[in-house]
């Protein structure tokens, strides 16, 4: 069994920075692609960055040149640097990754339970 656990959310002030990491555990898997979506209050769920098991990465325009996604193959860990929050980027951020696994051999969607981002003055 595979979890994604989220941690770094908080509260933050406009033009501050927080960085949110994304740990699978488990046994016996390799993670392809890992994403960062978003969700505000009363708005769908929104793929914000994408990082592949190449490190190639994709962002949405509203975040391009203000968020960088990375990753740590050895630590089974992706990250994601905010810098310059505006209020619009309040949201749950959730952690989706693509794992394949040896028992049973197969490629899943795994997600971790979000952590909350709030940018207010």
């Known amino acids: 069994q595979v979890q994604l656990v989220e941690s770094g959310g908080g509260s933050v002030q406009p033009g501050g920075s927080l960085r949110l990491s994304c740990a699978a555990s488990?046994?016996?898997?390799?993670?392809?692609?890992m994403r960062w979506y978003r969700q505000a209050p009363g708005k769908q769920r929104e793929l914000v960055a994408t990082i592949t098991s190449g490190g190639s990465t994709n962002y949405a325009d509203s975040v391009k040149g203000r968020f960088t996604i990375s990753r740590d193959n050895a630590k089974n860990t992706a990250y994601l640097q905010m810098n310059s929050l505006k209020p619009e980027d309040t949201a749950v951020y959730y952690c989706h990754a693509e794992i394949q696994t040896r028992y049973p051999n197969r490629i899943s969607n795994y997600w971790g339970r979000g952590t909350q981002v709030t940018v207010s003055s």
């Open positions: 488990g046994t016996s898997f390799t993670i392809n692609a």
